[in-house]
């Protein structure tokens, strides 16, 4: 009686966990957001699965059909791309799933925050520059809590994630511009992170909304934004304690030069 929800990662089918992948291919029924996740991955069930996809599903037909497999005795595995901790959808299924006293399985994934982070080679926390990442969205037909407007959060003028704002950059622009933020501030926008038609742009503040309309970039963007994307970063000398040689933890005694 347990629906395994299995966080598929951002769309290369050789990114998902062993665990996640070994559900699949064991999994008597399978549903996947077909509009998101890669259908070589979802090819890896084994050839008498039943496969679903739910793109098209509201979320009690999804759920009634779940519960319905799974009270067949049969085992049910919901993929998920990306993580399904974060814009996943997945407490509304939970909440619905429990209370015909189906218990759940969560299986993380690779978010596309992180795969986007890898393919423009950044690292999201940089050594006294900024150690803090806020992951967010623009507020557009769905509201934000009135804490977490994009302006206030941006005051902390550390490395901002946007999910789900590829329509919304004219906000964005606005937002941080009124949070503070300077209009050359670096700005990686990648579309599809790791899929075949994969896509990276580097721009700033300023020139976001010209460079998403210009590469013809309006869904399936993950936008980073903040100092720590800067591209010529890496002739800056930041460095962190961890590996300075003069710096004693508990696995290294820190040596000084004399």
């Known amino acids: ?35 998101l996740v890669s259908e070589e991955l979802i090819s890896l ?51 619905l799933l429990k209370k015909k006293g189906i218990g759940i399985e969560i299986i993380p994934g690779v978010s596309s925050v992180f795969a986007a982070a890898a393919v423009a080679e950044a690292e999201l926390t940089i050594p006294d520059l900024t150690q803090t990442v806020i992951l967010t969205r623009a507020e557009g037909r769905t509201p934000v809590p009135e804490f977490e407007k994009l302006r206030d959060l941006a005051k902390h003028h550390c490395t901002i994630a946007l999910f789900l704002s590829a329509t919304l950059t004219k906000k964005v622009i606005k ?50 934004a903040g100092w720590a994307l800067d591209a010529n970063i890496h002739d800056k000398n930041y460095r962190s304690k961890l590996y300075d040689k003069a710096f004693t933890h508990g696995f290294r005694r820190g040596v000084v030069d004399k």
């Open 175 to 224: 937002e941080l511009l009124d949070a503070g933020w300077s209009k050359d501030t670096p700005v990686v926008v990648v579309y599809k992170a790791t899929w075949p038609d994969q896509k990276i742009v580097r721009t700033t503040v300023e020139n976001l909304d010209d460079a998403m309309r210009t590469n013809g970039i309006r869904k399936q963007a993950m936008i980073l």
């Open 1 to 35: 009686m347990k629906l395994y929800i299995v966080g598929a990662g951002p769309g290369d089918p050789d990114l998902i966990t062993v665990k996640g992948l070994k559900l699949i291919q064991e999994a008597d029924v399978v549903l996947y957001a077909d509009s």
């Open 45 to 95: 069930s084994k050839p008498n699965a039943e496969i679903l996809k739910t793109a098209g599903m509201h979320l009690e037909e999804m759920v009634d059909i779940m519960a319905d497999r799974i009270h067949q005795g049969k085992k049910v595995v919901r993929v998920h791309t990306g993580d399904p901790a974060v814009y996943g959808a997945i407490m509304e299924q939970i909440v």
